[in-house]
């Protein structure tokens, strides 16, 4: 178990300086100028580029801001300042970090609600009614692209109906800011509840037909069978003998799926307007802010890593078959 | 009162290319204590005769005739609730392979005490005191450091130990055993044959033994059933089987077995393929593989009869008498060669 950890451990650091390595030298390789961001676009003045180069240490070769960029995380935790707006990048990660969360974590609430209720009972009741009309929502979620369905409930929900707001974010602690954004509780409830929607159905779709498909090979293992064999009524035959073995492959498309999300969910935060990490290297990436998409990546990354570990280790805890060695 | 008496059962299968016929006018009873065996090549409707008594079979596309009774109830008209009482408890069944017939999540003890709890008003430390008992019974080593183990950690051989504890922890009167020992080495299925010899003595349980290995069932059975594309086709008491073979197909079983003392490079086998249930042949079932084949046979299907001056012994064959106590006494003067 040790000797695993340290391995995974080992792994993930390595996973990580190839991952921001390959970033930098994507971002040398395009026609980018940061400098010129910094000083206001095409008509910078020579001087403030010249200043702006050297402050941000564009001068000196790739490795070498490479190594500094490194040193100052490892040693300091710190991921620098934006170029186009000196702030802090860690302050920045920290402001839009929530936002995500809050989208991925209920939107998995979400996903998995759905996906548990509709695919077990089109399992069991495989070709009724209601597994043809999940079939058919399966297929919509897969095919509709989330910015389109962010649209059309903006405009139906938010709009025509008024029932939500159209946009925008409040947060869950504290009260409204003076830049006119609401807070608390029940408005970061209220704000997310479109996104959320947006956000899971793709998911909700694909953990439908996953459920149900596991569900319904299990429910052919010979176990099951003994299971009834025994006299078992059928709840518990489900909940004790199917659902168990069934959901052990969705525990650790969860992991993956919340591990990757947390990166940034680009379009849901786009077309409600969240200022969430997706958002974040949007803006990043058009302002040529390497320091802004480094932090993101960094971020999104180590979400993947530890997600990934939680899952490994949930895995051997509930699946008795496996060991970590 | 017999235990258990089956009555022209009959069980098809609605499938994508049709109806399959699994199982086509079976009857049989099983006395207290009694063991019958089911002999069959694979397909033929051995096991699905079982499950049907057990109610186990897919609900969604299974038709059912006929009757089961069980100690005089029909287990096959029988709600649901009543069914699952019996089943575990009176009558239990074993499967054919222990590697996935054990549920991989769960431990041993848990799984065994499940079946006592389902069935019996008593508390977990009691269900669990069983559980070990039974485990010691089936002679798994070292029980108590095992019952906590899950089924991984077990070989085949004491899997399917395993699986005979959970099937006798109820003490139940008939004991369904469906191809115990086809997926275990030799050596294995020979300890768990005695076992269940053993342990039938012990609990006084009567068995069905569902097996295509006639070697089984000389062994173990009191009674024979032998099964061929769903039907019956002969029926007898073990010796009046292996003394007098009524039908080409038990002769062509037993010619098919390996012998020791006779030195033959290949195994007799009986030729062409066990024919699709989805559409039997036209008349009698066993005719394009039968060497003794003859007009009749294509066209009409030949009755469950009784034998000459055996009635107890039933067969499905036109040959005249002559011709099958011909071949009987050959196939015997080659097993007593051999033994003597």
New interface residues.
Partial sequence: MFRYLVRRILWAMFLFIVITFVTFVIFYIGPNDPARAVCGGEQARRDCLVTATEKLGLDKPMPVQYYRFLKKLVVHQDLGTSFATSQSVNARIKEAAPVTASLVFGGAVLWMIIGLSVGIFSALKPRSLIDRMAMVFVLIGVSAHPVWIGLIFEYVFGVKLGWTPIAGYANFFGAATDTGQPGGPWQWFYHLILPWITFAILFAALYVRMIRANVMETLNEDFVRTARAKGAPERQVLLSHVLRNALLPVVTMLGMDIGIALGGAIFTESVYNLPGLGQTAIIGISNQDLAIVQGVIVFATLAIIVFNLIVDLLYAWIDPRIRLT | MALLEVKDLHTSFRTEDGVVKAVEGVSFTVEKGQTLGIVGESGCGKSVTCLTI?G?NPKRNTVSSGEALWKGRDLLTMKPNEL??????EI??I?Q?PM????????IGRQLV??IL??RDVTKRVARARALELLKAVGIPKAEARVDD?P?QFSGGMRQRV?IA?ALINDPDLLIADEPTTALDVTTQAQILSLMKRLQEDFGSAIIMITHDLGVVAEIADDVLVMYAANVVEQAEVHDLFGRPQHPYSWGLMGSLPRLETDVERLTQIPGQPPSLLRPPNGCRFHPRCPYVMEVCKTTAPELAPTQGDPDHLQRCHLDQETKEREAAKLLAVTMAEAG
């Fill in positions: 057990m186990l699952r009482q019996i089943r575990g408890g239990s069944m499967f392979d996935t017939s054990l549920n991989p999540v769960h431990t499940e079946a389902l069935h899950y991984h699986m959970m």
